[in-house]
Nanobody, 120 residues
Framework: QVQLVESGGGLVQRGGSLRLSCAASGTGFSMNRMGWYRQAPGLQRELVARITRGGGTNYADSVRGRFTISRDNAKNTVYLEMNNLKPEDTAVYYC??????????????WGQGTQVTVSS
């Protein structure tokens, strides 16, 4: 019942910036924790950053200080501002969200992913 749609990926040079957006849509749910994960070729998917509904954040050590996660609860949208991008940031970035019903039941959803490529 929930769909996550990412946007904002693309090709950027080393040191550049991108902002990813993930818009959640659906009925009967509210978005609780939302986050960004990434998966580089040959590697497992890893957490990049996540944010609670109240704004609490966690970051992977590799991106802390360079990336900023934020959200607009009114728009059911989570953002990832990526600065000083490095080639090792190249990956498919996936939006993830915990959607909760009025009864407190959680469902976890994934977006389709958006490619971020940082040239060297």
């Amino acid at each position: 019942q929930v769909q996550l749609v990412e946007s904002g990926g693309g090709l950027v040079q080393r040191g550049g910036s991108l902002r990813l957006s993930c818009a959640a849509s659906g009925t009967g749910f509210s978005m609780n924790r939302m986050g960004w994960y990434r998966q580089a070729p040959g590697l497992q998917r890893e957490l990049v950053a996540r944010i609670t509904r109240g704004g609490g954040t966690n970051y992977a050590d590799s991106v802390r200080g360079r990336f900023t996660i934020s959200r607009d609860n009114a728009k059911n949208t989570v953002y990832l501002e990526m600065n000083n991008l490095k080639p090792e940031d190249t990956a498919v970035y996936y939006c993830n969200a915990d959607a909760v019903t009025g009864w407190g039941t959680f469902f976890n959803y994934w977006g389709q992913g958006t490619q971020v490529t940082v040239s060297s």
